[in-house]
């Protein structure tokens, strides 16, 4: 009995936690990633600086025509056609946002509450396509509705997804007869 109340003794209490230096990894820590952040939003500000030469976006006519199609959903981003991960982010191109999509016979109007609107003129629409990825959004095949359109001498690839995935499919083709309609007035000129 005596060698436990011995052993009992012997043990000592744990070493108290070296407050100081566990504050100083957490303030140094705290200071990595606040450093990483303004890292990353400067790089996001240059971008829009190098893509300074891109025209500033079009808006809605104030007649757009009757309404061909209306879809609900997600804006994902724009980027340069055939580069799906060469962010536009110049004129808030490259804000993710809600949209509420609309086709008339004027173009495609894109409404973004909390985001720059702008406004697809039908002249500069070139091809509406289904995709799996655009700009780090990478959803299912077919996934994405991605407009291929013309601004200033760029050409731009936009992606949406709707609330209703099964609408895509409608999408791509009213927005691809209206440009085929487009080529065959031009071309009869």
Do not use: C
């Not at 566990?22 to 990633?33: I, K, N, S, Y």
């Not at 606040?34 to 400067?42: F, I, K, N, P, S």
């Not at 500033?56 to 757009?64: F, K, R, S």
């Amino acid at each position: 009995m005596t060698s436990v109340i011995l052993l009992a003794a012997e043990k000592k209490s744990a070493e108290v936690t070296d407050w100081a230096a566990r504050v100083g990894w957490l303030v140094g820590l705290a200071l990595f990633v606040a450093l990483v952040y303004w890292l990353m939003r400067e790089g996001w500000k240059w971008r829009g600086t190098l893509q300074g030469d891109l025209p500033e976006l079009p808006t809605a006519p104030e007649e757009p025509g009757p309404v061909t199609l209306g879809m609900s959903g997600r804006y994902h981003g724009s980027t340069t056609a055939g580069q799906w991960l060469d962010r536009i982010v110049a004129h808030g191109l490259g804000t993710r946002s809600r949209v509420e999509l609309t086709l008339t016979d004027a173009g495609l109007d894109v409404v973004r509450p909390g985001a720059s609107d702008f406004f697809v003129p039908r002249a500069a629409l070139r091809e509406a396509r289904l995709d799996k990825g655009i700009a780090g959004k990478v959803l299912t095949e077919g996934g994405l509705l991605v407009v291929t359109w013309a601004h200033g001498d760029r050409l731009i690839d936009s992606g949406f997804r709707s609330h209703r995935a099964a609408e895509h499919n409608e999408w791509v083709d009213a927005v691809n007869a209206m440009i085929n309609k487009t080529e065959t007035t031009e071309g009869a000129r």
